[in-house]
């Protein structure tokens, strides 16, 4: 079982991410609060435990999860590498849009870590809402199946 074990918004682009214990997920605005949550593509990103250790443990850095400026991050489950695919967590309901693709912020956070988190899917995935709802940290993440 999948559990969401993170949540981080920034009030705007580029300041410091705020770590929350839980969260509002809207269809307009991703989640509320959060400066990116307009971009229809882009309105919620998601980071994977797993892939980010793998990244962090080639680069031989401890790093905290927020240094890749997500805004959720999952343990128990690896980047579903298929756009399409809807994730729930708790009553908010996602879709992946596209990869989130690591940009230069990336090395300015640490030398190294964008290539680090260019395979696979590493640095995450990208979703539109789907079904708004509210979220908390300890809420299970579930691939949707009924497609």
Known sequence: ??????IAKTSKLLAEMEELTEGQIEIDTGLQGDARGTKRQRQISILFEDDWKDACNELGADLSWITRRANLFV???????????????????????????????????????????ENDWRGGVCCSVRKPGNIKIGNDVKIVTDI
Not at 101 to 111: G, V
């Open 1 to 6: 079982m999948a559990t969401l074990i993170g």
């Open 75 to 117: 343990r128990g489950m690896r980047a579903p590498q298929v756009p399409g695919t809807r994730i729930t967590i708790g009553n908010a309901e996602l879709e992946v849009r596209v990869e989130t693709e690591p940009c230069d912020l990336m090395d300015k956070q640490h030398k190294g870590l964008r290539a680090k988190l």
